[in-house]
């Protein structure tokens, strides 16, 4: 029992031992994480500093969340999770990949991807699955220029933990497949506390526009709540992500 104990123990010091945890339930948090389509072609969301981008204009299912209940103890933590829905890639993360590939062409992203920004040392944990039973699949996590881990999803039916360690300054993380995966959960240590803001501070705001979670345009931010706030910039570019805006009493 102590062995066990301690072990478990040591489990729970290296998600901390670089920082608080973040944590993004996609598979739970029906809040932040709703039953969508997806994000649309060409767009970005960030969800308390998650970044969800589709990149290719012509990719329009990043981020799909749908109905899909598991059940999963983790081996190393003993931790049980409960999911009702999951979160899914919907293909890979550069153009040409498949899932025979064992690195990436590409330590940089094109499309369907993901992002944190971290302060320094991070540890990053998943909990997925492969998005076909008949095919194992990988998930790269790299700095950009660096493959930074591997997390393996065996052809199975049943969910996979895994967990990669990234050491160095602050970077932006990202995190895509060599084919589709599934997500029900995500976390990371010493995340960057300005990325829950995608607004860039070196550009100026021209516009600002606010939608439902149904992506029903609304006429201002007043009624609160859970909203897509999308502005844009006087370069003409633009950014999207999902903000929790206090109810106007």
């Known amino acids: 029992m102590k062995r066990k104990l301690l072990f478990i123990a040591l489990a729970i010091f290296t998600m901390t031992a670089y920082g608080q945890?973040?944590?993004?339930?996609?598979?739970?948090?029906?809040?932040?994480?709703?039953?969508?389509?997806?994000?649309?072609?060409?767009?970005?969301?960030?969800?308390?500093?998650?970044?969800i981008h589709s990149g290719a204009a012509t990719k329009d299912n990043m981020g799909q969340v749908e109905a899909n209940e598991k059940n999963f103890t983790s081996p190393t933590t003993s931790t049980a999770y409960t999911f009702v829905n999951r979160f899914k890639f919907n293909g890979g993360g550069y153009s040409g990949s498949s899932d025979a590939d064992t690195e990436p062409s590409t330590k940089e992203p094109t499309q369907r991807y993901l992002t944190i920004n971290v302060e320094g040392n991070s540890t990053l944990y998943f909990i997925g699955i492969t998005g076909s039973s008949s095919s194992s699949r990988k998930m790269f996590v790299t700095?950009?220029?660096?493959?930074?881990?591997?997390?393996?999803?065996?052809?199975?039916?049943?969910?996979?933990?895994?967990?990669?360690?990234y050491t160095g300054g602050a970077a932006t993380?990202?995190?895509?497949?060599?084919?589709?995966?599934?997500?029900?959960?995500?976390?990371?240590?010493n995340v960057a506390t300005s990325s829950t803001q995608s607004v860039n501070a070196n550009k100026t705001i021209i516009g600002e526009r606010y939608f439902d979670i149904l992506g029903c345009e609304m006429p201002d931010s007043s009624q609160g709540g859970l909203v897509i706030r999308k502005v844009t910039y006087d370069d003409g570019t633009s950014a999207s992500f999902k903000t929790y805006i206090r109810r106007n009493k």
């Open 21 to 51: 945890v973040t944590v993004w339930n996609v598979g739970n948090d029906e809040e932040k994480f709703p039953v969508s389509a997806g994000i649309a072609a060409g767009s970005s969301v960030y969800v308390d500093g998650l970044g």
């Open 173 to 189: 993380l990202y995190i895509y497949c060599n084919a589709a995966i599934n997500l029900y959960y995500i976390s990371a240590t």
């Open 143 to 165: 700095d950009g220029t660096n493959l930074v881990g591997t997390i393996d999803f065996p052809a199975a039916k049943n969910l996979n933990e895994g967990t990669v360690e």
